[in-house]
């Protein structure tokens, strides 16, 4: 692994100390405090999120986790009404694979469009466009008489999901530190895994009791009910820092650490540098009123008019993401689930109906099931055991933290992932039942949980001033990658048959696993090479 330049003798975003060492020991001793050092340093403002209470904080994580969930349900169950679309409407299961294409097209293109609203206008109102867009896709889909419509309803469906492909990682990081990012992300994880897998099923169960119509309906009101609780319970998290802190103090100890509040360290349970409270920024701000905190536009600062201008120059600037070797990593890895994840619903949908299964809607709804398990269990490993070994990398390195030591964890999903997507074809191409199939999905699944949360999780620790900016470019990258083998997923399977297809996935799979040693090598490397590249994209984003 790169050695180089030691950790302390470099400002290099990614590479932080975790730990603060023991006062009065000299810098050559390796004693250090057993306090995680809170990053990013809180203020002493009433308006910091860092500074809320925790029902506060925890009130707002529970709505944006729930939009995930909503917004993946959406996305992923439009499969569910695929039998009585071709048999009262005649629109085919070709028709169907076209419009999941569509939908990551609105997914990862609706997320790039949108990335500059929560710099200029606050955060919420990004999320209420998508609600928006989420009742009006549902009332079109439930609405749907034609093949165009069975297309373009899902356009508006993948729109609505963009909140949760970068947004919400935003607003997690407003709430939380550092330290508590792969337990965050987890839940992140594990809300869109919710989504995914049980939102099918359950359109499945509508489908067949009251109707494939009311899959939309459904959404309808749910999406309404989530609307009005957003507008009037989600308070905005966009929070000037840096203007803030601007007159700041450093540790005496490190340059790279700033003094950190007082108050949000002794609720965080955590250590900061001691200084003076008059050099702190905030402390005499005013709390925001109730109806300020709720507002739908929250200007920024720098906002010049309308903001026409900045939005386009904005949006131009975040096509530099594709720089950083961690976005190109994470994207791959992020979107090589999605991609999995229209084969074995194909397959679900398409064979399992058929001998020698033949399993109604709710068998077939069912199979979400292991999946989900595993992905829960994913959750867990990747997210919060993944905080707990940072830590334990971090003492060990004298209390530094690497952005690759996460990357790690990856390696056990790098067997386990493909082994579960041969081991499904393999045995649903045999036409074998339980438990062989269910038992890969379930392996499909904790790789579905735990490498996505890994790899976004080591881009924010490697780039943390460029959460939003760096979930863009892995939402187009996930995206774009999932509509190419949504599109060519049917053909293959015809092609190569379905046990030989799915050793091919699983083979690509191992291989999309397996940049995860390029990037624990030479990880650190990139990070110091694109380092001017991220000052000067952070200098061009803050500005005007």
């Given amino acids: 692994m790169d050695r180089g330049v030691e950790p302390e003798d470099e400002q290099l975003a990614g590479t932080q100390r975790l730990f603060a060492r023991v ?12 306090r995680v050092t809170l990053i990013p340093q809180p203020t002493q403002s ?11 904080k925890y009130w707002h994580a529970a709505l944006v986790l729930f939009i995930t969930a909503l917004t993946a349900a959406i996305s ?5 009404a695929g039998d009585e679309m071709l048999d009262t409407l005649g629109i085919d299961y070709a028709v169907q694979n076209t419009a999941a294409g569509v939908l990551f097209v609105g997914i990862g293109y609706w997320t790039l469009l949108a990335s500059p609203m929560p710099w200029l206008y606050g955060r919420k109102i990004q999320y209420l466009i998508c609600l928006l867009f989420a009742i009006g896709g549902s009332i079109w889909f439930a609405r749907t008489r034609h093949i165009e419509d ?10 609505s999901e963009s909140c949760a492909e970068a947004l919400v990682q935003l607003s997690l990081a407003d709430l939380f530190f550092q330290h508590q990012r792969g337990l965050v992300l987890g839940l992140y994880i594990l809300a869109t895994s919710i989504g995914t897998f049980l939102g099918p099923m359950i359109a499945g ?3 067949a009791d009251v109707g494939w119509r009311w899959v939309g309906w459904t959404t309808v009101i749910i999406g309404g009910a989530t609307l009005l609780v957003f507008v009037f319970g989600l308070q905005e998290t966009a929070f000037d820092r840096d203007t803030i802190l601007s007159g700041r103090l450093m540790s005496p100890t490190n340059p790279n650490l700033d003094v950190a509040g007082e108050k949000a360290a ?6 900061a540098p001691s200084g003076s409270t008059d050099d702190l920024g905030g402390a005499h701000d005013v709390e925001k009123s109730y109806w300020q905190s709720i507002a739908l536009i929250t200007p920024a600062r720098n906002l010049v008019g309308l903001g026409f201008k900045q939005y386009f120059r904005r949006l131009f600037n975040s096509l530099r993401v594709f720089y950083f070797p961690a976005v190109i990593y994470a994207g791959l890895q992020w979107g090589a689930q999605d991609a999995w994840l229209s084969f074995y619903l194909t397959i679900e949908e398409d064979n399992y109906y058929d001998a020698p299964w033949f399993y109604g809607d709710q068998a077939v709804a069912i199979m979400n099931v292991p999946t989900l398990i595993g992905a829960v269990i994913g959750c867990f490993y990747g997210g919060w055991l993944s905080d707990y070994f940072v830590q334990w990398m971090a003492k060990r390195r004298g209390g530094i933290s690497e952005a690759e030591d996460r990357l790690w964890l990856m390696l056990p999903s790098g067997i386990i992932n493909p082994a579960g997507l041969m081991l499904f074809g393999i045995t649903s191409g045999k036409g074998m039942s339980w438990p062989a199939p269910y038992v890969g999905l379930a392996m499909i699944g904790f790789g579905w949980g735990c490498a996505g949360d890994l790899s976004m999780a080591y881009l924010m620790d490697a780039y943390p001033d460029m959460v939003l900016e760096g979930m863009v470019g892995v939402a187009v990258i996930n995206n774009t990658l999932a509509c190419i083998f949504t599109f060519v997923c049917s053909y293959w399977i015809d092609a190569s048959g379905l046990a030989n297809t799915f050793i091919a996935i699983g083979v690509l799979s191992l291989f999309f696993h397996s940049l995860t040693v390029p990037m624990m090598i030479w990880g650190k490397s990139s990070r110091r090479w694109t380092a001017n590249k991220y000052r000067n994209y952070l200098y061009i984003r803050d500005g005007r």
């Fill in 150 to 159: 069975a297309i373009w309803n899902q356009l508006f469906v993948g729109a």
């Fill in 23 to 34: 006062e009065g020991v000299e810098q050559t001793s390796t004693l250090f405090s057993e």
């Fill in 76 to 80: 992923n169950d439009a499969g569910a």
């Fill in 205 to 207: 169960y509508i489908a």
């Fill in 46 to 56: 009433p308006n910091d999120p860092l500074n809320w209470s925790p029902w506060r």
């Fill in 266 to 271: 002794a609720e965080a349970g955590q250590t």
